[in-house]
């Protein structure tokens, strides 16, 4: 009887990676044959590894986002944080056409998780064409961001936390970070939960009630269980929110990074041993220690790109090319730097997945 199972279970499947994919193509998908921006030459990795002379990409779809991007005046800090995005995406993708290549991924899976993460980037960066996607341009603290959280309860605890005198300046901008921290998770909340929607909704006009059954036994509970898990965590960040703004920090906080505190929280639920929690927890600690460094790296850009629109307005091409150069530089290393946080969250996330796999 199992074979019998097994051939049952496949055609809706396949229909729910259908359904799953199509609404999620938000963005120009390659077009093989044509030797066109989507062809196969442009997309293909073993293609793609030359760009073309001023891409930042291999990939034209990322390019294309790359270059929408920059139209729509992002800071400078926004727009490294994206490209970094970009490039961890971009990587991705060109594993994941090799792993197509070799036969695997048959189930689709791991090109559903691609395609649900290019839309969380859509979505934070303001790339979907939703007016109230554009978050905050940056991640430093100032007087033209920080009242741009979008929603009512994260701008009444933020002006009671900015205004109660229990935070330092640096406090308040690690606070800000938590806020900024929370509102993404929001984001890839809502772009989950849409996701879902539109699956279940054409499976129902697809498929009879006894397919439906079966289907909401095996794929889509475990997205409702993925759901329920970023619901949960949202739920314990805005409590640990609202406790810090009232309360203000305390000093026997283990990480202090919103990111870091995720992963630690998830760690201590995992099916670690108590070895590998202490190793993960030093490893944390190290991933913390590499965000700070790219927080440095973030201010001195914007310092820099204002540093350089005044001398820019003086109009003195000596000082100009200094800055200019400078400024530069500045914008590869934090590109660079928030590429190697990203990795390392992504490896991090992957290693506390994966225990809590295997203790279900």
Known sequence: MA?????????????????????????????????????REKNEPEMAAKRESGEEFRMEKLNQLWEKA???????????????????????????KKLKVEGLDKDGEKEAKLIHNLNVILARYGLDGRKDAQMVHSNALNEDTQDELGD????????????????????????WREFLHYKEKIQEYNVLLDTLSRAEEGYENLLSPSDMAHIKSDT???????????????????????????????????????????????????????KELESFREELKHFEAKIEKHNHYQKQLEISHQKLKHVESIGDPEHISRNKEKYVLLEEKTKELGYKVKKHLQDLSSRVSRARHNEL
């Open 70 to 96: 920059k139209r729509l005046h992002l800071s400078p800090v926004r727009l490294a944080e994206l490209h970094s995005d970009l490039k961890i995406q971009e990587r991705d993708e060109l594993n994941w």
């Open 3 to 39: 074979p019998r199972r097994e051939r049952v279970s496949t055609l809706p499947r396949l229909q729910l990676l259908v359904l799953l994919l199509l609404p999620l193509m938000l963005v120009p998908q390659p077009i093989a044959g044509h030797g066109g921006k989507y062809s």
């Open 152 to 175: 009512p309860r994260l701008e009444k605890l933020w002006h009671k936390a900015k205004t109660s005198g229990k935070f330092s300046s640096e406090e308040l901008d690690k606070l």
């Open 220 to 274: 889509l509970i475990s997205k409702h269980s993925e759901l329920k898990d970023r619901l949960r965590s949202i739920n314990q960040g805005l409590d640990r929110l609202r406790k810090v703004s009232h309360q203000g920090y305390g000093s026997t906080t283990e990480f202090e990074e919103p990111r870091a505190i995720d992963l630690w929280d998830l760690a201590q639920s995992a099916n670690f041993t108590e």
